[in-house]
């Protein structure tokens, strides 16, 4: 039995608890928030001990495994804390707002002997999934393009509107806009020869456009942000050009992915819906959580080292953030 805590019940540790429930030897030992009660509410729905006080939480010596689902500027504070408790630690993306808190972070986990993983959960999305192996098994040809989208409405449910702070959630382009270039860097395996990213409108933080070249010629085209109106629904999405067919993903959809195969041939997979209790807001497919949850769950327990997101790729993300940014601000493209 894997006992966790989670710190931080807000709209992904209501997540995360959730899928926590629906695995098979693992028991929330307690769930902390010092918003009295969220940490209550949270902590009745899974029948667990409340706390207000993390630091309760996290010096319960019965606990091996640490959630931390705080807003991003606490990540380093909250991750340091867990590691030097002798916790594995499981914390939502992005590792940090700044490359040298996430060199920090990994460097305690490493001395005290922990396990870190990032909440990178595009990479264990279904849909992003499929496209990862017809990419690396070459299903469908080479790769010549790629565009990926992830609009949203201003996310308003935060704790005291940190997400709307850019101090202290690197606005949407750290926040949002991460998943793709994330996704991207794993999907392709290397880095972009060249990066260009523009803002729409004022502040780059809000809606970002950047476009990836790689050394071999190939495209991707990034579309990321949370300016949207309030009725205007959720959409992460993709095209994928391969010599041999077109892959089109959109959240919005049903079926959600299309093959379109230059034979003619059109294809449907059907993949699996799984629906955590505890969700809220704009997305309704939580099957990419559970996905990572699971691998998460089963690398601790078995000791095995994570493969699909290290810390280190979490970090290299970031830093590629970092680049788009000095390209936004610079309104140049940045040679890598
Ligand atoms: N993977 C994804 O798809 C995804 C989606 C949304 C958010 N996130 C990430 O998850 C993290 C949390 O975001 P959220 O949307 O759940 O935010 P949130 O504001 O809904 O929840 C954060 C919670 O932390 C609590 N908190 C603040 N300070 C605390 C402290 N010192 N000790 C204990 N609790 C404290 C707040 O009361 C709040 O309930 C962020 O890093 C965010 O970027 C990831």
Not at 74 to 95: M, N, R
Not at 112 to 123: D, E
Not at 299 to 326: C, M, W, Y
Request: aromatic residues 10%.
């Amino acid at each position: 039995m894997t006992r966790v805590g989670i710190i931080g019940a807000g709209f992904m540790g209501g997540m995360h608890a959730g899928v926590y429930s629906m695995l098979p030897d693992v028991k929330i030992a307690g769930i902390a928030d010092i918003r009295g009660e969220k940490a209550k509410s949270l902590s009745s729905r899974y029948k667990t001990i409340p706390y207000f006080d993390p630091e309760q939480l996290l010096t319960r010596q019965d606990i091996s495994v640490m959630d931390i689902c705080l807003p991003t500027f606490l990540h380093k504070e909250f991750v340091i804390k867990a590691a030097e408790q002798g916790k594995d630690i499981l914390c939502e993306k992005p590792i940090a707002l700044n490359v040298g808190d996430a060199d920090e972070m990994i460097g305690v986990c490493r001395k005290n002997k922990v396990r870190l993983m990032i909440g990178h959960v595009i990479r264990f999305w279904n849909e992003y999934r499929f496209l990862k192996e017809a990419y690396d098994r070459k299903n469908y040809g080479e790769l010549k393009g790629l565009s990926c989208r992830r609009l949203s409405p201003l996310p308003t449910w935060s704790w005291e509107d940190w997400l709307l702070n850019d101090e202290k959630s690197g606005g949407a382009l750290t926040d949002l806009h991460i998943h793709d270039t994330d996704f991207i860097l794993y999907l392709i395996g290397k880095n972009p020869a060249k990066i260009f990213s523009r803002a729409s409108g004022g502040s780059g933080l809000a809606h970002v456009y950047t476009t990836f070249t790689f050394a071999d010629g190939l495209v991707a085209n990034v579309e990321g942000g949370w300016d949207m109106p309030a009725q205007y629904p959720f959409e992460m999405s993709y095209t994928a050009n391969f010599e041999k067919a077109v892959i089109e993903f959109n959240s919005r959809n049903n079926p959600t992915l299309v093959v379109y195969e230059s034979t003619g041939k059109v294809n449907r997979p059907v993949f699996d819906k799984i629906k955590a209790e505890g969700g809220s807001g704009n997305i309704e497919d939580l099957g990419g959580y559970f996905h990572e949850i699971r691998y998460f769950i089963e690398h601790v327990s078995h000791n095995k080292q994570f493969n699909v997101v290290t810390p280190e790729d979490a970090r290299h993300s970031l830093a590629v953030i970092g680049v788009e940014r000095e390209s936004m601000e610079k309104n140049v493209e940045i040679l890598i």
